[in-house]
Nanobody
Framework: QVQLVESGGGLVQVGGSLRLSCAAS????????MTWFRQAPGKEREFVAA????????YYADSVKGRFTVSRDGAKNTVYLQMNSLKPEDTAAYYC?????????????????WGQGTQVTVSS
């Protein structure tokens, strides 16, 4: 099992930036994917971005492509989500997840370990 702790959320104005961190501890497998999901009130949890722990391959939702960047630091066992040009529709609780989803990186049910979430609020 992997323990995940997110940080870096907060209140930011439209067009601003935030960097989320997800610190992982426990047994990490080389074929893990580390993924960010978000959930706004009254909406389903949705895929945001993912990175493969081994090769660093990245995946993005169309809604964040070009604005968000996911990266990892193997030495620190930490995954980051750099969010630029934030919009009000980016307001949500952001969750870090770890698992072996295979090709189904966008499916939340494919992940076994989750963090507690960090709130991001974008004000207009």
């Amino acid at each position: 099992q992997v323990q995940l702790v997110e940080s870096g959320g907060g209140l930011v104005q439209v067009g601003g930036s935030l960097r989320l961190s997800c610190a992982a501890s426990g047994r990490m497998f080389i074929n893990y994917a580390m993924t960010w999901f978000r959930q706004a009130p009254g909406k389903e949890r949705e895929f945001v971005a993912a990175i493969s722990w081994r090769g660093g391959t990245t995946y993005y939702a169309d809604s964040v492509k070009g604005r968000f960047t996911v990266s990892r630091d193997g030495a620190k066992n930490t995954v980051y989500l750099q969010m630029n040009s934030l919009k009000p529709e980016d307001t949500a609780a952001y969750y870090c997840a770890a698992g072996t989803p295979g090709a189904r990186v966008v499916e939340a049910q494919r992940y076994t370990d989750w963090g507690q979430g960090t709130q991001v609020t974008v004000s207009s």
